[in-house]
Nanobody, 115 residues
Framework: QVQLVESGGGLVQPGGSLRLTCAASGSIFSFNRMGWYRQAPGKQRELVARIFSGGTTDYADSVKGRFTISRDNAKNTVYLQMNSLKPEDTDVYYC?????????WGQGTQVTVSS
């Protein structure tokens, strides 16, 4: 079984920063993709950023230049550094692990950007 545990969400003022962390445990393969998605009430879950085990990254246009995804393969952990946060970044953020044959999801962590 695979378990994803997220941390690092919270309340921050516009322009501020937060760092999300997701630690994966269980049967983790050496080749996989980890990432972050976000979802607002009544809306579809959308990609924020993802990173392959080799280091290739992919970002949503709305966060390019502000967010940075990274990972520590030895710790099976993925990070999301979020800078220059905007009110529209307010959402529940979910960690994702994609490895054959399925996706795994964390429980979600709330990020609120407000003055």
């Amino acid at each position: 079984q695979v378990q994803l545990v997220e941390s690092g969400g919270g309340l921050v003022q516009p322009g501020g920063s937060l760092r999300l962390t997701c630690a994966a445990s269980g049967s983790i393969f050496s080749f996989n993709r980890m990432g972050w998605y976000r979802q607002a009430p009544g809306k579809q879950r959308e990609l924020v950023a993802r990173i392959f085990s080799g280091g290739t990254t992919d970002y949503a246009d709305s966060v390019k230049g502000r967010f940075t995804i990274s990972r520590d393969n030895a710790k099976n952990t993925v990070y999301l550094q979020m800078n220059s946060l905007k009110p529209e970044d307010t959402d529940v953020y979910y960690c994702n692990l994609n490895q054959y044959p399925r996706d795994y999801w964390g429980q979600g962590t709330q990020v609120t950007v407000s003055s």
